[in-house]
Every structure is written in C-alpha cells, then in structure tokens.
C-alpha cells in the first residue's frame, strides 16, 4: 500500500537530490538511478513520479525558479524606495538560498541545455522576464524609461555573468563581492539622480 501523503515529499526529494547531483557533477549528465538514489527511493517510483529525466529536470528548474520568485517578493514587499526595490533584487539572487555551489552548477547546466530544449529555453525566458520586471519596479521610480531599460538589462546581464563566473570557478561563491560589483554599477548610473 501506498503511504498517504508522501508523494509531495518524495518528489521534493528527487528535485533536491536533481540539485545536488548535478551540482557534484557540474552537468545534466546524471542518471534517473543516480538522482533516485540520492532520494532514498528506487528509480522504478522516481519514473513513476516524473516520467522521464527530462521532465525531471525541467520540475527542478521551475522548483528553483519559484523559490527564486517567492524570495524576490518577500524581499520586495520590505523595499520602501525604488533604489531599495533594485537592491532587494539584486540581493536576492546572492543569498544564501540561491547563491550556492549547487544552485549555481544548475542555472549553468540550464543555461547549456536550454540551447537544445524549447521547453527549458521558455523557463529561462520567464525567468529573465521576471528579472527585468522586478529590476524595472524600481529603476522606473529612478530614470527615464529608456534609460531604466538600459540598466535593468545590463544589471540583468551582470547577474547572470557573476553567475557563470562562479560556476567556472572553485571555492566558496563570493556573494558580497557580486553584490559590491553590480551596486558600483548601479551607483555610478544613478548618481546625481533624485532618488525618493
């Protein structure tokens, strides 16, 4: 008989041992039987749960993007200021829930296998969507619109790049040093700006 209630936390398995394998090996190039492993559960369930490894690894993408989402806007809501909105974001995606070795080895194992997955390159599009609308909420508050686009997109870009910076680096991720970097840019785009 099945256990009531454990498919959520079966599955909440899979997805953090999906993390962590591909984090160890620093590629997509794991096995079903080795994330089922590190789960606790037979690979036979883990099919059962999610197919094939391909669904697998596209409900851990969207796994780390909604915790991403969800830190964002709790972050958010205690911004007062546009600039404290920009910051917020720019904070998020360097805490410890997100700028670690293992979620850092995904976005980068992601990013490659997005280039041959439509249904990976979508998320990745939602997600540099949502980046530049949260980083828009508050460079709007600050500059022109054109000006904000601007910013917002270079600070997007800065971000992913202090990403896979990391990922081809050893070592602990450096999160006040990318944080530093991307709030010298934006200080040296927004000085001599009113800022409320």
């Known amino acids: 008989m099945p256990k009531i209630g454990m ?3 079966r599955r909440r398995a899979l997805i953090d041992a999906t993390i962590s394998a591909i984090g160890e090996r620093g590629s997509l190039d794991v096995t079903m039987s080795e994330i089922a492993g590190r789960a606790g559960v037979s690979s036979a369930l883990a099919h059962h749960y999610f197919g094939a490894k391909d669904e697998l690894l596209f409900a851990t993408m969207r796994h780390i993007l909604a915790e991403l989402n969800a830190d964002t806007r709790r972050a958010l809501r205690l911004a007062v200021t546009p600039r404290q909105r920009v910051s917020a974001v720019v904070a998020v995606s360097f805490s410890d829930d997100q700028f670690q070795p293992e979620i850092i080895a995904a976005w980068l194992a992601f ?3 997005a280039q041959k997955s439509t249904e990976l390159r979508r998320l990745l599009r939602v997600y540099a969507r949502r980046l530049n609308s949260n980083l828009m909420s508050g460079l709007t508050g600050i500059l022109p619109r054109a000006e904000a686009d601007r910013v917002a997109e270079a600070t997007a870009a800065l971000i992913d790049g202090l990403y896979i910076r990391r990922a081809l680096k050893d070592g602990v991720p450096d999160a006040q040093t990318a944080i530093a970097l991307i709030e010298d840019y934006l ?6 700006r009113s800022l409320p």
């Not at 200080?187 to 001599?192: A, V």
């Open 111 to 113: 990013y490659v296998e």
């Open 7 to 9: 498919e959520p936390l």
């Open 187 to 192: 200080e040296t785009k927004l000085s001599g």
